[in-house]
């Protein structure tokens, strides 16, 4: 919700859950459950059994014990929030959609790399490619250089490691192959200049001619 679009009547789902945190603004604990009318016959109870059982799906989730409800409270609150914005949740969709991308391309171009998809499959995020140089070979290369980013850059982004079997494997620039992508994100609150301090700080880092290596060593 909020990050690709899905018309539940459309593609037929007997049942969808999504979550409504990060792209709907909400706490991570808050998601949804939609039931096609037609499912809701059938004999569905909630998994804690209360004194609304036999009452309806929808009224036996909606009051269990002493759950913290404030989380969901929220949710009123974010839909007056997102019709603020031109074109509601689907304008704010569309608009990070074109952003990331553009920032996607902005950093491939500006290390010498690629987008890890084609830009019609980034709804708000993307994954671009980190340069070879760089010596990012493996998983635990790329938690590091991640807290490396966060530690002497103050960026926080994540890092994950691509891994190649052959030669067949795996996407290549050029004559370089790959070996890492760092998946970047776009909201509302974010800003150019976010993105241009990380293109820096991995300009910089190849310009010194850093690599892993030195994590390793440490």
């Known amino acids: ?3 690709v679009h899905v018309d539940v009547q459309e593609i037929g789902a007997d049942f ?29 109870h909630f998994p804690v059994v209360s004194h609304e059982y036999g009452n309806g799906l929808a009224v036996e ?9 404030s989380s969901q409270l929220v949710v009123p609150e974010v839909l007056d929030f997102v019709n603020r914005f031109e074109g509601g ?8 959609h074109d952003a990331v991308v553009d920032m996607g391309e902005m950093l491939a171009k500006a290390w010498g790399t690629i987008l890890g998809l084609p830009p019609d499959m980034c709804p708000s995020m993307a994954m671009v490619g980190l340069p070879a140089s760089l010596g990012i070979s493996s998983d635990g290369d790329a938690s590091k250089f991640r807290t490396h980013l966060r530690d002497h850059f103050r960026v926080e982004v994540p890092i994950h490691h691509q891994a190649h079997k052959d030669s067949k494997v795996g996407a290549k620039n050029g004559n370089n192959c790959i070996t890492a992508y760092t998946r970047i994100s ?10 241009i301090k990380f293109r820096e700080a991995i ?4 310009h010194d001619g850093f690599t892993c290596k030195e994590l390793s060593q440490k």
């Open 1 to 3: 919700m909020g990050s």
């Open 16 to 44: 969808y859950v999504s979550n409504l945190h990060k792209w709907f603004f909400c706490p991570p604990s808050v998601a949804f459950l939609y039931c096609r009318k037609s499912t809701l016959s059938l004999n569905l």
């Open 61 to 69: 989730s909606s009051w269990i014990g002493t759950r913290d409800y």
């Open 89 to 96: 949740i689907e304008g704010i969709s569309k608009r990070n």
């Open 186 to 195: 776009h909201q509302v609150y974010s800003k150019v200049d976010d993105y």
């Open 203 to 206: 300009n910089q880092l190849v």
